[in-house]
Structures are given as C-alpha cells and as structure tokens.
C-alpha cells in the first residue's frame, strides 16, 4: 500500500519526490508504527492493577 501511494504521489506531483520519499513517508510510517505501539501497550498490558480489572 507505502508503494502504491507513494507511486500514485509522484506521478501527480514529480517535482516534490525527494521530499515524498525521504519526509513525508517515513513520517506516516513512524507515526503508524507509534500509534500501534502505543493501542498495543494501553490494551495488552499484563501488569493491571486491581482498580483497572
């Protein structure tokens, strides 16, 4: 999907590749990669209290 869109991206808009490849990507993708991390850390966490059970 990364691929498709970044393909899509620079056929519409060449004249900003470097900055779609190298910036605005990979910002999505840590931000993607942060948002998972942090739904997987509030709803899998082993160590509840007594109060959140």
Same mark, same amino acid.
């Given at each position: 999907? =990364? !691929?498709?869109? #970044?393909?899509?991206?620079? @056929? ?6 470097? @900055?779609?490849?190298?910036?605005? /990507?990979?910002? /999505?993708?840590?931000? $993607? $990669? /942060? !948002? #998972?991390? /942090? $739904?997987?850390? =509030?709803? @899998?966490?082993?160590? &509840?209290? &007594? &109060?959140?059970?």
């Amino acid at each position: 999907m =990364r !691929i498709a869109l #970044l393909s899509i991206a620079i @056929f519409e808009y060449p004249q900003y590749t470097d @900055f779609l490849h190298t910036t605005l /990507f990979p910002a /999505f993708i840590y931000g $993607v $990669v /942060f !948002i #998972l991390w /942090f $739904v997987w850390v =509030r709803n @899998f966490n082993l160590n &509840k209290t &007594k &109060k959140d059970v």
